[in-house]
């Protein structure tokens, strides 16, 4: 029951930015036409402005991040959290008009951190309320490693994502903060492989297949 889609689909995630690396990866995404969703953080400045808009404008989804993946901060108490996420929400409506209903928890939504900053009851309680209120957050049934690492080996990346791909959705974790640069170097390759064994891109949206580790 959670939307299974009936063609092979992808769907690329990047978390953490806008950076550099976010304007990297939309000329590549731009270059194959193959759309994305990204999950993103707070960035005042009037590039990470630009990158928002650009997002937007390109067919990509914007995702909430939270604002400041701040895991003391946002794990510390049910509150805190939604706080630090209506103040990503609001901002993103202000800057990009949008306000989106998709999420993913920073770390996951079964995060130990979020568990050791807020206790093992507040995850459980997050994953509920977010529901309720109308969002719908996504994990990951794919990860590339590019989090395993600072600035992870490419061959590492490339091969943790077309070895883990399987028929129906696969939800595909990649990041693009600032060191993520081999993040970037992988991506062609990965995206010509999967279009060569027949898979779709797709973005995310609160309809979409999902993945929930809890
Ligand atoms: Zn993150």
Redesign the pocket.
């Known amino acids: 029951m959670n939307n299974f889609p009936d063609k092979k689909t992808i769907y690329l995630t990047f978390?953490?930015g806008p950076s550099k690396n976010t304007i990297k990866i939309l000329d590549i995404l731009k270059k194959y036409k193959v759309k994305a969703t990204f999950?993103v953080?707070g960035n005042t400045t009037e590039f990470g402005k630009k990158v928002y808009k650009r997002i937007v404008n390109e067919g990509h989804a914007i995702g909430n991040?939270t604002f400041s993946?701040n895991y003391k901060v946002i794990y510390s108490s049910e509150e805190a959290f939604l706080k630090d996420l209506k103040k990503l929400e609001n901002f993103l409506f202000s800057v990009a008009g949008v306000k989106p209903k998709i999420i993913?928890f920073?770390?996951g939504s079964n995060t130990s951190i979020g568990k050791k900053y807020g206790g093992i009851k507040l995850t459980e309680r997050l994953t509920t309320k977010v529901l309720l209120d109308g969002y719908q957050y996504f994990d990951w049934n794919v990860s590339s490693r590019d989090?395993t690492k600072v600035t992870q080996d490419k061959e590492i990346i490339i091969n943790s994502v077309l070895q883990d791909v399987k028929d129906g959705g696969n939800i595909v974790l990649f990041?693009d903060?600032w060191p993520k640069t081999t993040t970037v170097e992988a991506l062609p390759t990965i995206i010509e492989e999967l279009l060569k064994r027949g898979y779709r891109f797709d973005i995310l949206t609160k309809d979409s297949f999902y993945v929930h580790f809890l």
Request: hydrophobic share 15%; proline share 8%.
């Open positions: 978390d953490d999950f953080c991040h993946h993913r920073p770390g989090a990041h903060s």
